[in-house]
Nanobody
Framework: QVQLVESGGGSVQAGGSLRLSCAVS????????MGWFRQAPGKEREGVAGISPNYLITRYTDSVKGRFTISQDNAKNILYLQMNSLKPEDTAMYYC???????????????????WGQGTQVTVSS
């Protein structure tokens, strides 16, 4: 059973940075797409960033391109989301998720992932 535990959320002023972490267990990293999603109050969940099972390909939703970076530490089984130049509209609950192959990291397509963490809150003030 794949388990994911997020950490690193918090409150920050606009323009600041945060790094989210997601500890992953119970999986074989080479067989899963990994992604970060977010959901703001009153809004639908949206995909933020995804990384392919071989770590060679990353994809981002348009609103975070150039500001957010997804990465994975294979040795530690940790998924990261580095968030720079944060904006108030980035405020949301952030979730990491995993999906076994075949899988999609095209965040524009709203991929459905099988395994989810409990979420970590990110609040950006203006």
């Amino acid at each position: 059973q794949v388990q994911l535990v997020e950490s690193g959320g918090g409150s920050v002023q606009a323009g600041g940075s945060l790094r989210l972490s997601c500890a992953v267990s119970g999986y074989t990293y080479s067989r899963y797409c990994m992604g970060w999603f977010r959901q703001a109050p009153g809004k639908e969940r949206e995909g933020v960033a995804g990384i392919s099972p071989n770590y060679l390909i990353t994809r981002y939703t348009d609103s975070v391109k150039g500001r957010f970076t997804i990465s994975q530490d294979n040795a530690k089984n940790i998924l990261y989301l580095q968030m720079n130049s944060l904006k108030p509209e980035d405020t949301a609950m952030y979730y990491c998720a995993a999906d076994p192959t075949p899988c999609s990291i095209d965040m524009r397509g709203r991929p459905e992932y099988d395994y989810w963490g409990q979420g970590t809150q990110v609040t950006v003030s203006s």
